[in-house]
């Protein structure tokens, strides 16, 4: 995982984002590495991913939200941190 020291801009942080089922097939991909500012929050990359387009930010919405493992409310203003892993988990049928 790359960390701020690798970017070279202590204001850049690195988070590993990673997407299931309907939100994969909405983001293209299943896995990706973004770069952002420090400081930036589960509320804030929700808003910076739902603004990709329609079906994404469709998903964005009803998603569930794991950040390194453990649930985080969505609207969350705690602060991501560089190298963390966010989870983003659609609704899911059956059971």
């Known amino acids: 995982m790359t960390n701020t020291a690798d970017t070279g801009n202590p204001d850049l942080m690195v ?23 420090t400081g930036m929050t589960l ?20 998603s569930s939200y794991l950040v390194n493992s453990v649930s985080t409310p969505s609207d969350s203003l705690t602060e991501l941190r560089d190298g963390d892993r966010v989870d983003v988990l659609p609704p899911f049928a059956g059971g």
């Open 15 to 37: 988070l590993e984002v990673h997407y299931f089922a309907a939100a994969a097939a909405a983001a293209g991909c299943a896995e990706e590495r973004l770069e952002l500012p």
């Open 43 to 62: 509320a804030g990359l929700r808003e910076l991913l739902a603004g990709r387009g329609l079906e994404l930010a469709k998903v964005i919405g009803v």
